[in-house]
């Protein structure tokens, strides 16, 4: 089994930013790929970034040259360093596992809220 856990949520003015992060924990090695998604209130959750075993990245086409997402496979941790922020940015942010033999896995997600 493999557990996600998010934090750096909360607060912050529009053009802020915020760092997010995911630890994984259990049985790390079946993660192939990890990635944020977010949901606003009255929307269907949405992909923002995501990033493969081989640290190859996608983003979604709002947040692209605003948003990075990173790993760091020693800590089993992943990052979404998010910079410019607007306030459509604000949502709940949910941290992703894809496992290799085809399960997903989920955090409990973090709240951004940005003010203009």
């Known amino acids: 089994q493999v557990q996600l856990v998010e934090s750096g949520g909360g607060l912050v003015q529009a053009g802020g930013s915020l760092r997010l992060s995911c630890a994984a924990s259990?049985?790390?090695?079946?993660?192939?790929?990890m990635g944020w998604y977010r949901q606003a209130p009255g929307k269907q959750r949405e992909l923002v970034a995501g990033?493969?075993?081989?640290?190859?990245?996608n983003y979604a086409d709002s947040v692209k040259g605003r948003f990075t997402i990173s790993r760091d496979n020693a800590k089993n941790t992943v990052y979404l360093q998010m910079n410019s922020l607007k306030p459509e940015d604000t949502a709940v942010y949910y941290c992703?596992?894809?496992?290799?033999?085809?399960?997903?896995?989920w955090g409990q997600g973090t709240l951004v809220t940005v003010s203009s």
């Open positions: 992703n596992a894809k496992l290799i033999i085809g399960l997903e896995v």
């Open positions: 990033i493969t075993r081989r640290d190859s990245t």
């Open positions: 259990g049985s790390t090695v079946s993660i192939n790929t």
